[in-house]
């Protein structure tokens, strides 16, 4: 067995980090530059190198960026697509490669095996909702912190990390928290990490460090909060300042830490604070390098082992600042929660000040949540997958394009859950139905690559699963989700294909595909229309409990407008599952919806065909439409089942 990769939350590799150029054949381990086991699966590396630079290109790359950015051969990369494309991972449209929310199943196996979203994602959201902020669930994955939960607030200026996103430790609110419980080895891990990736290149989701600390003008920080920072340089009509020494130097501020000096360093509390040259300049062999962003990690860390909770003023982003706090189980850091703003709305210190407490209160209810939570009931070893007749049916229908250990690879991270966060060896086999040799095969290979760890026997997945294509797809709407499933049904009927949500007593078009015909229905996104005319709308009222039947006006001759009548088409659309509209809301134009609904079984959206009267009788479009649109349906419903499990997808 492959050496073991160290803790479950303790994942992310040195090539995850420091491998922009890194090729797919030289995935590096866990440690970060180990040699790949012999047994290793070379197929499922390579798979999994093409997912992560579709994750870090946001979620879309064309074949031939592939290419370049893991090194393969256009043929490998070929065959690894078209893998994934018929595993559902991916959708090819026309010379790109894109995420497709299935994918989302991999780390939805590591989110429920963890249960902190379940527990605590109620919590979150609560908090966000009293402090009108945006808050945040992390987890620590080795040197840095990876998001579990966002619960965001929308505004102009608002966050932008999503569930999975990856930051190096040193500059988050967290990450010092995390710190607070790392040994040596962890130490060493981060030094090593800073020394070969100076500029945090290896962390797409935040800005690069080459700032030094105090870089950022006190105009800026002024600009930017519509407010004087409470650290900020002293001006010449200011006068005399307690924030400045008689020789110029910075002096403590009163939340404790250091306002700039005169030529506007930061210098954080207990470092040298001499004067060095002006941020920009290059400095002298008198002064030393300027310090960056991240240098004072280790003091923060001590501070947060005191204080029980940690800052960051800025360390991401000019404007943003967060205040931390861990929540335990069992007396270790199960994860951290923060409240993000922005400096318009709060200073670092004031969010300290202000809203600890309601953080504290929090963070007790969370605690209270996790010792009173049932242990999770090992779950029932569940079906076998039917992964041998799958990979046999697509081998006969792909041929050599399919790559069948990397589809089998893939499928073993499926293996866990809830319930199921700790399995071994025959257990993975039995829940996937792959022999043991080959169950041995993939778990050796994800451990080298730092996704799952093995510990007397026993396996567990590790934060990192959540970088294969979370990130991206954890911001995809309804709206995104439906689009490629309505283009394909418009293609196969050539009609016009929409869908629509119920916004009181009216529809609102979301999405929509149109034929290029010459007498053809236009509706653009965003047309909102009377719900009770149209058939988007009926088979959403049909699932109110109480729908608005008053106020019924005739659109056309065939209006229904009686609200008994309406409430008898109402009833018939709910028992039998979809709705037609024939010449009610224009003459001339006939519809057929069914409804979408959410995995708790809810109507959240409809999508319909809509076509000129003649193109179609009312019973060929049961015959012939319904059909194709059941299938539609069902196809965005299980992408919207996968991808809502751990999250709320927006409408649009």
């Not at 590799?13 to 866990?30: I, K, L, V």
């Not at 309601?358 to 079906?383: G, I, K």
């Not at 149209?534 to 009686?562: E, F, H, Q, W, Y």
Request: hydrophobic share 40%; aromatic share 4%.
């Amino acid at each position: 067995m492959a050496a073991n990769v160290g803790a479950a939350q303790g994942s992310a590799t040195g090539s995850e980090r420091t491998g922009r150029a890194g090729q797919a054949g030289d995935e590096g381990g866990a440690g970060g530059g180990t040699s790949v086991p012999v047994e290793a699966v070379t197929p499922l590396i390579r798979g999994i190198a093409v997912l992560r630079r579709l994750t870090e290109a946001d979620g879309v790359s064309s074949l031939s960026g592939l290419e370049r950015s893991t090194g393969l051969a256009r043929s490998t990369v070929d065959r690894i697509t078209a893998t994934l494309a018929r595993r559902g991972y991916v959708r090819l449209d026309g010379r790109d490669a894109v995420l497709a929310p299935r994918l989302m199943e991999l780390g939805n196996a590591y989110l429920a095996a963890l249960r902190l979203p379940r527990l605590l994602d109620a919590h979150a959201d609560a908090l966000a909702d009293e402090l009108d902020e945006s808050v945040s669930l992390a987890v620590g994955d080795q040197d840095g912190i990876r998001f579990i939960h966002q619960a965001t607030r929308r505004r102009a200026m608002s966050l932008s990390f999503r569930i999975g996103d990856l930051l190096p430790a040193e500059r988050t609110a967290p990450g010092p928290l995390f710190a607070t419980e790392w040994g040596e080895r962890e130490w060493v891990r981060w030094r090593e990490r800073r020394a070969a990736d100076p500029e945090d290149r290896g962390f797409p989701a935040v800005p690069a460090r080459s700032r030094p600390i105090g870089t950022e003008t006190d105009s800026e920080r002024r600009n930017a909060s519509g407010a004087t920072h409470a650290d900020r340089s002293p001006t010449p009509d200011d006068g005399p300042s307690s924030t400045t020494t008689d020789d110029g130097r910075g002096a403590p501020t009163d939340d404790g830490r250091v306002a700039p000096t005169d030529d506007g360093r930061i210098v954080p509390r207990g470092a040298d604070r001499h004067p060095g040259p002006a941020p920009g300049r290059t400095p002298s062999p008198e002064t030393g390098p300027l310090p960056t962003l991240g240098d004072d990690f280790e003091r923060r860390t001590a501070e947060a082992r005191e204080d029980g909770w940690a800052l960051d003023d800025q360390l991401i982003e000019p404007g943003l600042v967060a205040l931390a706090m861990p929540v335990r189980e069992a007396g270790r850091i199960a994860c951290v929660v923060s409240v993000v703003s922005h400096t318009s709305r709060h200073t670092a210190a004031d969010l300290r000040d202000t809203l600890l407490p309601r953080l504290r209160a929090a963070v007790a209810a969370m605690e209270r949540e996790l010792s009173e939570a049932s242990p999770a009931a090992p779950a029932a070893a569940p079906v076998p997958s039917g992964l041998a007749v799958w990979t046999g049916a697509s081998k006969q229908e792909l041929g050599r394009e399919f790559v069948e250990s990397l589809a089998r690879g893939l499928t073993v991270i499926t293996a866990f859950g809830e319930g199921r966060s700790e399995l071994t060896l025959t257990e993975v086999a039995q829940a996937t139905g792959l022999a043991r040799a080959t169950a041995r095969r993939a778990l050796i290979t994800l451990e080298h690559l730092g996704y799952v760890t093995a510990h007397a026997r026993v396996f567990r997945l590790t934060p990192r699963v959540l970088g294969l294509g979370f990130p991206p797809l954890s911001r995809t709407s309804l709206a995104e989700i439906a689009a490629p499933h309505l283009t394909g049904l418009s293609e196969r009927l050539r009609e016009s294909v929409s869908l629509a949500v119920l916004t009181g007593d009216e529809i609102q078009y979301t999405a929509r595909i149109t034929t290029s015909r010459i007498l053809s229905v236009h509706i653009t996104v965003g047309t909102r229309l009377p719900a009770y005319a149209t058939s988007l709308g009926r088979v959403m009222l049909a699932d109110l409990p109480d729908p608005p039947l008053s106020g019924l006006r005739p659109l056309t001759p065939r209006t229904i407008t009686d609200p008994d009548r309406l409430k008898a088409v109402l009833d018939r659309a709910r028992d039998e599952g979809y709705a037609l509209v024939d010449e009610e809301l224009e003459e001339g134009l006939r519809s057929i919806a069914v409804p979408v609904r959410e995995r708790g079984g809810r109507v959240v959206a409809a999508v319909n065909v809509a076509m000129h009267s003649s193109r179609r009788t009312s019973a060929q479009c049961v015959d012939e439409v319904l059909p194709e649109l059941l299938a539609t349906a069902g196809s965005v419903e299980a992408d919207l089942r996968v991808a809502g499990r751990f999250r709320r997808v927006p409408s649009a």
